[in-house]
């Protein structure tokens, strides 16, 4: 197994995550977690961004490794690369905070899964999660970061623990975009496994776009999410997480804002459009200020939804006619006008609706990835 320390190198997202405190209190010891990423683009070199943003002690990585996934949980033979930390094997983390590891050599293809295994020797406390990853990921008992084969890795997790990043360098894109919002973006009403989130779909566009206006493309939504208040569960408010999860990220060059449904649904309701407004001027005016353009994202309808009303619903309208017309955004994408029923715009279009009437299906997913104009990029 390889452990080489590169030099430096410019670098941008390919994959990316939001992490939350974990909602059951879930913590390890003596485990290996194998945790699938499904990249962006490619690169010559990769890094890897930890976290412990929400643990109240240090978390210690015995071990932690890289490779790309061949069938199931097994890595493909000779692709593994041991990760090391200022050039050391291990790291503490501390609490509230990230670290990232040495850059590795390995050709990393576009739109391909790598794996992560981290050995945790524990006990780690409440582990930083992302809690709804829609992607089936494994651990195994003991060390046994770095196998090729997956005969140790015979449970399953949910989540992906402990992840906040991956990074590039050597790849001709010209930046990285974030697409910032709630469930819709976490991929909510798609399939496990698939890779069938709006956001993975739209970074399978760009792929055809020439190589020097590419972006890595990365998924910072988080189900529950709101732009004012915090939630237990569903992490802190997008305003502030902005900057551990937008503005941080590696080459971010743009952002795609999704958010305001769940200020609207969710009690207590925000049926004032300004302060909604507000907020999403805050984030523009932010991320301006860290010299991101912003594309603004219509909210999509959600007539029958359970918390469904009539005042929430023109809250929805008021706020989409600002995000359409104010000017604030340095460009559009209309994603209720995308996904909505032309008989009846205060609902989903049935094809389009996974069932819940709030978020859309695969096939909605893939109709919102298309209503990007990739020129307006």
Not at 40 to 68: H, M, Y
Not at 179 to 189: N, P, R
Not at 209 to 236: M, T
């Amino acid at each position: 197994m390889i452990a080489v320390v590169l030099a430096a190198a410019a670098w941008t997202g390919t994959w990316g995550t939001a992490p939350v405190r974990a909602n059951e209190g879930q913590s390890f010891q003596n485990d290996t977690l194998r945790e699938v990423v499904h990249v962006s683009i490619g690169g010559s070199q990769v890094r890897v961004r930890f976290t412990n943003r929400f643990g109240d002690a240090p978390v210690v990585i015995g071990e932690a490794t890289l490779g790309i996934e061949g069938a199931g949980a097994a890595a493909e033979s000779g692709t593994e690369h041991r990760l090391t930390f200022m050039g050391k094997p291990s790291i503490a983390i501390p609490p509230h905070a990230d670290v990232y590891s040495d850059p590795v050599r390995l050709a990393v293809r576009p739109q391909s899964n790598l794996l992560v295994d981290i050995y945790l020797p524990g006990p780690t406390g409440p582990a930083t999660e992302h809690s709804l990853a829609y992607q089936t990921n494994y651990y195994a008992l003991g060390n046994h970061a770095g196998q090729t084969g997956a005969s140790d890795f015979t449970h399953t997790l949910e989540s992906w623990y402990f992840l906040a990043s991956v990074d590039v360098s050597g790849s001709p894109a010209r930046g990285a975009l974030v697409a910032f919002g709630d469930s819709i973006t976490d991929g909510a009403g798609g399939k496990k496994n698939a890779n069938d989130r709006w956001p993975d779909l739209l970074a399978a566009r760009i792929l055809s776009l020439p190589a020097a206006r590419q972006f890595g493309v990365l998924n910072e939504g988080i189900s529950g999410n709101r732009i004012l208040l915090d939630h237990p569960f569903y992490g802190a408010g997008a305003l502030a997480r902005l900057d551990a999860d937008v503005l941080s990220q590696s080459g971010a060059t743009d952002v795609m804002v999704l958010l305001g449904v769940n200020d609207i649904q969710q009690d207590p309701h925000q049926y004032e459009p300004l302060a909604i407004e507000q907020g999403l001027q805050q984030i523009v005016e932010q991320a301006h200020a860290r010299g991101l353009r912003v594309i603004g994202c219509t909210i999509t309808p959600y007539q029958g939804w359970f918390t469904y009303d009539d005042r929430g619903e023109q809250t929805r309208l008021a706020v989409n006619d600002f995000i359409r017309h104010s000017g604030v955004f340095d460009a559009v994408t209309d994603f209720d006008a995308a996904v909505r029923d032309p008989k009846n715009p205060h609902r989903l279009l049935p094809e389009y609706d996974s069932g819940d009437h709030l978020h859309p299906n695969a096939a909605g997913h893939k109709v919102m990835a298309g209503a990007v104009d990739l020129q307006s990029l």
